[in-house]
């Protein structure tokens, strides 16, 4: 609360901050669905993320989130999981002003990268520039 009155920053909006800065990781392949053990946290956590594999807790001044990625292969998981926390916990902080206390990551899967897709995909964005 500021003199002005209070800011209150709902947990959907620091979910797409962190969807964000997780999408932008390079040994990231996606978020997915957690598996939470409790029913209430899961029917919450689909409405409050889309299912997007992001649990955020929010109170006044703070915030805790819980996130389950698909990684891809070739990455040291440890280190991902680091640059993972540490860019979520930058951007939350810079952005809402909360304090971050904890960024739990979940490593769910490991998947290869298809090179003939990302290469087909390169020819099919040149080949729409081209038009």
Do not use: R
């Amino acid at each position: 609360m500021n003199e002005l009155g209070n800011v209150n920053i709902s947990q959907e909006v620091v979910a797409t901050i962190a969807e964000s800065v997780v999408s932008e990781i390079e040994g990231v392949n996606s978020l997915v669905g957690g598996t939470s053990k409790n029913e209430i946290v899961k029917f919450f956590q689909n409405v409050s993320s889309g299912g997007k594999g992001i649990e955020v807790e929010v109170g006044e001044t703070e915030c805790t989130l819980d996130l389950y990625i698909v990684a891809k292969m070739g990455h040291k998981l440890p280190a991902l999981a680091g640059e993972i926390q540490t860019k979520v916990v930058k951007a939350i902080t810079e952005m809402t002003g909360l304090k971050v206390q904890e960024v739990n990551v979940y490593i769910q899967k490991i998947v290869k990268e298809d090179k003939k897709e990302v290469v087909q995909t390169a020819v099919a964005e040149t080949a729409e520039i081209e038009e």
